[in-house]
């Protein structure tokens, strides 16, 4: 679904997002294991701008509200996991990028999925379930609302550089059954393509980009909801990073906007493509006019391209009316 297009995102941006993420990961976790644990850890000041929790060590670089990036603080930090420490299972409220300086990361993701840029350039997407080693040189990217953990199963130090560009406000880390409160919200629809503009690329024609336009129905509390994705991709052999938003317009005419990052993957014989994406909320109309939320979205698409998508996405959201 997600896959059937839009879902532009080049090379250089997912590498770039990869390396973020993997830090903010990292800085994230360091920050819940820090302050969401008061009641169990002890926390000391080492240094100036630093402090250390549970073998884990977070010193802060800088931090600003860029003017290009209104309602959103962008932090630069590095984190220490000290062998044996980990990282309480969280959440980001923005986007990540990290790299890691020393050491070998167990990055672990719960739900959703994250890019990792290998030193020597090479990318990979890594889905819920999914556990990777990130070493020495290596980056990652992390999408809002992606619900991961990192760890240190090593003899030595890991050190990661983070940078983090999160909603003003924010935490820079909300683990994983707190903070998460809301009204939830379950919308699920098969997705028909309306409109679309894809293209093949490469010498043998296994590059497919461009976007898609799917809408249809889906029923919450007894009535129609609306539901339009505009999405894009990059695909290499129907497999690849997908990016959009959702839009859903319920029968009060209130309707609620969210955007998705994920990936799309093909099965070995082509039959069949899996989406899985983390969702992050935008606000909306009427009653969902102050709506903020996450979320995950999950499908598939049991033919083509451009063929119904079958997705369900589910929603944690506050602020509703």
């Not at 996991?81 to 990290?98: D, M, N, R, S, W």
């Not at 983390?278 to 499908?299: D, K, M, N, P, Q």
Request: hydrophobic share 35%; aromatic share 4%; glycine share 14%.
């Amino acid at each position: 679904m997600v896959d059937d297009e839009r879902m532009q995102i080049s090379g250089l941006t997912t590498r770039g997002l990869a390396a973020l993420l993997f830090l903010g990961v990292v800085v994230t976790g360091a920050s819940a294991s820090a302050s969401a644990q008061t009641s169990t850890t002890s926390t000391n000041t080492t240094t100036s701008g630093s402090s250390r929790s549970n073998g884990i060590t977070r010193a802060d670089l800088g931090s600003t509200l860029p003017a290009n990036a209104p309602g959103q603080e962008l932090y630069l930090q590095e984190v220490t996991i000290a062998p044996g420490a980990k990282l309480p299972e969280h959440y980001h409220q923005g986007t990540q990028v990290a790299r890691v300086v020393a050491g070998v990361l167990t990055y672990d993701i719960a739900s959703g999925s994250a890019t990792v840029t290998r030193k020597n350039g090479s990318t990979q997407t890594v889905a819920a379930p999914g556990i990777v080693k990130l070493r020495t040189g290596d980056g990652l990217v992390e999408t809002e609302g992606l619900e991961h953990h990192g760890s240190n199963a090593g003899k030595t130090p890991v050190v990661i550089e983070i940078a983090s560009l999160l909603q003003a406000g924010a935490p820079l880390s909300t683990p994983v059954g707190q903070g998460a409160s809301g009204t939830p919200l379950h919308v699920t629809a098969d997705l028909d393509s309306q409109s679309r503009n894809l293209h093949a690329a490469g010498a043998d024609g296994s590059v497919t980009y461009g976007w898609n336009q799917l809408v249809g129905t889906a029923t919450v509390d007894g009535q129609p909801v609306g539901v339009e994705l505009l999405g894009n991709v990059s695909y290499v052999k129907g497999s690849g990073p997908i990016f959009g938003f959702v839009t859903c317009t319920f029968v009060d005419g209130s309707t609620l906007g969210v955007r998705f990052q994920g990936s799309g993957v093909a099965s070995s014989n082509g039959d069949e493509t899996t989406f899985a994406a983390t969702l992050g909320v935008l606000g909306g109309t009427g009653r969902y006019a102050s709506a903020t939320g996450t979320g995950i979205f999950t499908g598939s698409r049991k033919a083509a391209l451009g063929t119904t998508v079958a997705s369900t996405f589910d929603l944690t959201i506050t602020g509703a009316s």
